[in-house]
């Protein structure tokens, strides 16, 4: 009796030439396959997948809320202490300003004052 012997390389370099060759002469068929091929593959994958929760749906959706916030909120506390050192520094300066205004009028009153009484 003849064994025939099962060569696994053998076949698998066998298989891969014919699949250029298909390839070579029907490229487009090709394209199409694996086109088709993946698309499939992603629906069963997508369908195998089990469907959140909608609490596991909606604390996602709290949490990407809570990071974006975490991310956004330095950027608005820089501006919101910009914003706080700058009103300051009006109302300092205003508040100077107004300190001033009373020390002439006081200074000038003074002088009229004395200058009645003089």
């Known amino acids: 009796m ?3 012997e099962f060569h696994p390389a053998q ?3 066998e298989y891969r030439e014919e699949m250029n060759r298909q390839i070579q ?4 068929t090709s394209v199409l396959i694996a ?3 993946g698309f499939a593959a992603a629906i069963l994958i997508r369908a195998l997948r089990p469907e959140p929760e909608p609490t596991t749906r909606l604390s996602r959706l709290l949490e990407d809320i809570q990071d974006r916030l975490r991310e956004t909120s330095p950027a608005i506390r820089r501006t919101g ?3 706080a050192a700058e009103a300051a520094h009006v109302i300092r300066d205003s508040v100077h300003e107004g300190e001033a205004r009373v020390e002439r009028f006081l200074n000038q009153a003074g002088k009229r004052l004395r200058g009645l009484f003089s």
């Open 81 to 83: 202490s910009r914003a």
């Open 2 to 4: 003849n064994r025939i």
């Open 11 to 13: 076949t698998a370099n």
């Open 35 to 37: 086109l088709g091929a």
């Open 25 to 28: 002469r029907n490229p487009t």
